[in-house]
C-alpha cells in the first residue's frame, strides 16, 4: 500500500464537505462523526466543524462543556481565530471545531452585516491546508448556518433517510444548493448521497434506495448504511462508533463508506495530483 501524502505537505486546502440536510434525524451528524472518524483512521488528517447549536457532534466526540468554552460562536462572530477554537479529539487525526448553543443567536446577531453568509468560509481558511479534509456538521434547517457551510464548502453530502418523503427532501436541499451556486459559490458540487438507516427487512428501505438511485444515478454512494443499535448508543459513549464497537454493522458501513469515500476522490494521491 502507498503512504498517503499528510495533510500540510502540499500546502493546498484540504476539501471542506458540508454533510446538509434541511430534515432533522436523517443521520447527518451520525454520518459527519462517523465518516470523520473513519477517514482518520484511515490516515487523514480530518477536522469536523459543528455547525449546529444542538451541539450532537461535539458530544458524540466526547467533548464536554469544560471543553467548548470557546466554539464556533466566538469564531463566525470574530472573537477568536477558528485555529484558537480547535480541539483535539481522542481519535488520531481527528480535531473538532465545537458547537455551543449559543450559535443559535448568530442568526439575529448577523442580521445587519451583508457578507454574513461567508463568515464561515473566512474563518477556515486560513485552517484548511493543514487538513485533507474539513466536514461540517449543518443544523436541520435552510437557515444562515446551512447557507454559510454551503458557501464555504467545495462540496455537500447529503444523508438520505430511506423512507418515504426521502425524494421530496433531498428535491429540497437540491434546490439550496443551486441558489448557493448562483448566489456566492457557484463551484459547490454533489459531493455525494448517503442512504442512511437502511432496513432490509423492510421493502420500503429497498423501494427508497432505487428511486434515489434511479433519480440521482452514480451521485449516490455504493455503501448504504444499516439502521444499527450500536450506532445509537455510541453517541452516549462519546466514542464514534468505530470505537465503540469496530465489529457491528454499522462500524463497518461507516468504515466502507470512507474507503468508497477516499476511492472517489482518487486514493492517496489526490492531493500528490492536485
Ligand atoms: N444507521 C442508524 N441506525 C440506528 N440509528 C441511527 C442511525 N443513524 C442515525 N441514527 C440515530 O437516529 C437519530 C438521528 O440521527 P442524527 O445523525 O442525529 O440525525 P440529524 O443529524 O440528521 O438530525 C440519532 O438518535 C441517531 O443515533
Ligand atoms: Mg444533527
Do not use: W
Not at 52 to 67: I, M
Not at 123 to 143: H, I, K, M
Not at 229 to 241: D, L, M
Not at 254 to 262: D, P, S, V
Request: hydrophobic residues 45%; positive net charge.
Amino acid at each position: 500500500m502507498s503512504v498517503p501524502a499528510r495533510a500540510g505537505e502540499t500546502g493546498a486546502p484540504g476539501r471542506l464537505v458540508a454533510v446538509a440536510n434541511q430534515k432533522g434525524g436523517v443521520g447527518k451528524t451520525t454520518t459527519a462523526v462517523n465518516l470523520a472518524a473513519a477517514v482518520a483512521e484511515a490516515g487523514r488528517e480530518v477536522l469536523l466543524v459543528d455547525v449546529d447549536p444542538q451541539g450532537n457532534a461535539t458530544t458524540h466526540l466526547g467533548l464536554g462543556h469544560a471543553k467548548r468554552r470557546v466554539s464556533l460562536y466566538d469564531v463566525l462572530l470574530g472573537r477568536v481565530p477558528a485555529a484558537n477554537a480547535v480541539q483535539p479529539t481522542e481519535i488520531a487525526n481527528l480535531a473538532v471545531l465545537p458547537s455551543v448553543v449559543d450559535l443559535s443567536a448568530v442568526e439575529v446577531e448577523l442580521a445587519q452585516d451583508a457578507e454574513r453568509n461567508l463568515r464561515l468560509r473566512n474563518a477556515l481558511e486560513p485552517l484548511r491546508a493543514a487538513y485533507d479534509l474539513v466536514l461540517v456538521d449543518c443544523p436541520p434547517s435552510l437557515g444562515v448556518l446551512t447557507v454559510n457551510a454551503l458557501a464555504a464548502a467545495d462540496g455537500v453530502l447529503i444523508p438520505l433517510q430511506c423512507e418515504f418523503f426521502a425524494l421530496e427532501g433531498l428535491s429540497m436541499i437540491l434546490r439550496t444548493v443551486d441558489r448557493v451556486r448562483r448566489g456566492s459559490n457557484p463551484k459547490l458540487k454533489i459531493e455525494g448521497i448517503v442512504l442512511t438507516m437502511y432496513d432490509r427487512r423492510n421493502n420500503l428501505s429497498d423501494q427508497v434506495a432505487a428511486d434515489v438511485r434511479g433519480f440521482m444515478g452514480a451521485r449516490v454512494f455504493e455503501t448504504v448504511i444499516p439502521r444499527n443499535v450500536r450506532i445509537s448508543e455510541a453517541p452516549s459513549y462519546g466514542q464514534p462508533v468505530g470505537r465503540y464497537d469496530v465489529q457491528c454493522a454499522g462500524a463497518i458501513a461507516y468504515a466502507h463508506l470512507a474507503r468508497e469515500y477516499l476511492g472517489r476522490l482518487g486514493g492517496p494521491d489526490r492531493r500528490r495530483a492536485a
